[in-house]
């Protein structure tokens, strides 16, 4: 019969000289986030002439974007008529640029 192998003397797991005690930290402090107003002007200097010149502003943005989206759609239609000529793509070609383009283009040179 085998015999049971010798059992292993008992030690402490953690002696107290292996085990350093570290003193308690504190957790690290989050920095404060303040929230401040926007940038810009203050609301007092916010008046009725600002917000005129706001508003005259986008009117020109506006314009001056739906006439550049049209002269480039104009664009797109004469280079679809380049590609493939044909009498009634150049008629009607002509006929678009006749009827949009040109009041398109007074119309911004008359906005300045």
Sequence with gaps: M??????????????????????????PQ??????????GPAQEDVGPALLEM???VSRICA??????LSVVAAAGLWGYTVYDPTQLRIGAA???SVLTVLPLVWLYYKKG
């Design 2 to 27: 085998a015999q049971a192998p010798p059992t292993l003397p008992q030690r402490d797991m953690f002696p107290e000289t292996i085990v350093t005690q570290f003193p308690a930290q504190t957790p």
């Design 54 to 56: 706001a508003q005259a």
């Design 63 to 68: 314009t001056r974007i739906l006439l550049l």
């Design 94 to 96: 002509s006929l678009s």
């Design 30 to 39: 989050r920095p404060a986030f303040r929230i401040d107003s926007e940038p």
